[in-house]
């Protein structure tokens, strides 16, 4: 019966599963910062609590190593080790890491950047088994976490938190310990708006309990001004919004300022949500979960999702507490032999993370106006420099010139067409994403949904399944042509086919950057993008605005062709 633990900064979440169902959850504010020694015994007493034995196989996550008594991330990951090794001698720790791995606390304090942070991995982790194509929304008491999971894989672009803020995935702002002043600069005040006083006199959380959305029992922090969490207390916290009291506002205009700046926080996350989405435009569905679950779920409905709770699968108790939950449920999978559930990072990139003892510049990254023409990619691309200057010192140049010369291949944005209607034609598509994932220099950034398609041409033959994948890759076109030949005869495709007839798979480079050109080895763009809806289907997914050389924009070239014979897969949704 595995423990699971998500070790924070002001809270401390443990969870007791067995045989996957979440059996004991709990959150206990603790902020480690005011008393780092009592981490240990307070492990000891959740455990206790949760019925756990002394000799148990524990499951760490930890976001603990951001608190300000730590200089390093590596010192707080030390500490943490430190205190749960104190707290259990005998019992078996396993470290849960940002791409989805147990790893040992040797090995943890070897790589710190590998488990720092790995809360949002784990859950999205126990997401994506039952929901493949979803959008996970977990809003906590400090943050919100915005995780697109693709045909059953965690697809975060960030793994650690400067990463993850670059690519929107990790928004600050939480159900309760959020100043006001960092949600809006203006409420209103009768008939006009106020600026906001930058005092912290109130959190957000005053808001939600004023409002009725968080019971004062979860006001798990001490208030500004010291005073109970209760409603009529919130109240008075409100007022100070606007250097104001409750003598001189009554309720209607403490809820109309409490109102304004619940909207402006949701406004805030459906923005975020919308960022992310921009990357994975099929997903439709978002999972929610955490203290404000509420939040999410008004943020996704107004981003047009359809909402998912969490607590469904791991009641209340265990989705308040989805972390330490959702990394014991990974655990006890481990344990039994099923392999888990991988991010896009993987463990090389993990390693890097280490100190390399040098200052020089390994990388230059050239970024060109034309990488504008690429709205869909853009964020993409800034978040994989980031994601690389956290591994080793790189340099940016704008568009050409002599510092190419000693530049690596830049990266560039690639869409690859995919296509299958023989021997499980969906089962297919996905093993090709899945080596495309594995191709050297290059990112699968994102992915359409499937599609089935009737087949085009004389020859009879089974319907198709079709998708398409945006890339940024460091391989020329030609490169690329060959690795996407390469993946073909990997995956059984002969070498001599019958014309329009059926295809074990294809993969057809549709658009690669600003490329043009026309010869018998490749044509850019693809020859057959603007009267295949097969194709401009699913890159308008992925790609709507996307300006094709010399073709026009996808979603404009979509619009002037019908979806005869073409529809959408249910299941891939």
Known sequence: MPIGWDIGGVN????????????????????????????????????????????????????????????????????????????????????????????????????????????????ASIVALDHPNALLIDI?????????????????????DPARLASGELVYTGALR???????QHVPFGASLAAVSAESFALVGDVHVWRGDLAPDDYSVTAPDGRPASRDYAGERIARVVCADREMLDDQEISAIADA????????????????????????????????SFIATRAARRAGL????????LGADGARCAPAAAVALLLERHQGGIAPVRSEATPNDLIATAD??????????????????????????????????????????????????????V??????????????????????????RALPSTRV??????????PFGPVKQGDFVNAAAGLITQLDPLTLLQEAKNIERALGRPEKYQRWGPRLIDLDILVYGRETRVDPVLTLPHPGIVERNWVLYPLADIAPSLDIPGVGRVAELKGAIAPEGLWTLEESV
């Not at 959020?178 to 809006?184: G, K, R």
């Not at 909207?263 to 929610?288: G, K, N, P, W, Y």
């Open 12 to 123: 401390t979440k443990v969870a007791r599963i067995e045989s996957g169902t979440v059996l004991h959850a709990r959150s206990h504010p603790y902020e480690i910062q005011r008393d780092p020694l009592a981490l240990a015994p307070l492990l000891r007493s959740l455990a206790n609590a949760a019925g756990a034995p002394a000799d148990d196989h524990h499951a760490v996550t930890m976001t603990a190593e951001l608190s300000q008594m730590f200089r390093t991330k590596r010192e707080g990951v030390a500490f943490v080790l430190d205190a749960v090794r104190k707290a259990f001698p005998s019992a078996s720790l396993h470290l849960f890491t940002v791409d989805g791995r147990f790893v040992s606390p040797a090995d943890a304090l070897s790589a710190p950047l590998a488990v720092a942070a790995s809360n949002w991995a784990a859950t």
């Open 140 to 160: 906590g008491t400090t943050t919100t976490d915005i995780i697109p999971i693709v045909h059953g894989r965690v697809a975060a672009l960030g793994t650690t």
């Open 178 to 184: 959020t100043p006001v002043e960092a949600i809006t």
């Open 261 to 292: 700046v619940a909207d402006a926080q949701v406004a805030h996350i459906c923005r975020a949500v919308a960022r992310v989405r921009e990357r994975h435009q099929m997903l439709r569905t978002a999972v929610v979960t955490g203290l404000g």
């Open 306 to 313: 359809s909402v998912t709770h969490l607590g469904d699968a």
């Open 356 to 409: 390399t003892g040098a200052h020089l510049v390994e990388t230059v990254f050239k970024v060109g106006g034309s990488l504008l023409a690429y709205p869909e990619l853009l964020a993409s691309t800034l978040a994989a420099i980031v994601e690389a200057s956290m591994h080793a010192p790189v340099a940016i140049v704008p568009g050409g010139g002599t510092a190419l010369r000693i530049s690596r291949p």
């Open 411 to 436: 990266w560039q944005p690639a869409y690859i067409g995919l296509g299958s209607n023989l021997n499980d034609p969906r089962a297919q598509i996905l093993n090709a994403v899945e080596k495309l």
């Open 445 to 454: 950034v994102a992915l359409s949904q499937l599609y089935g398609s009737k």
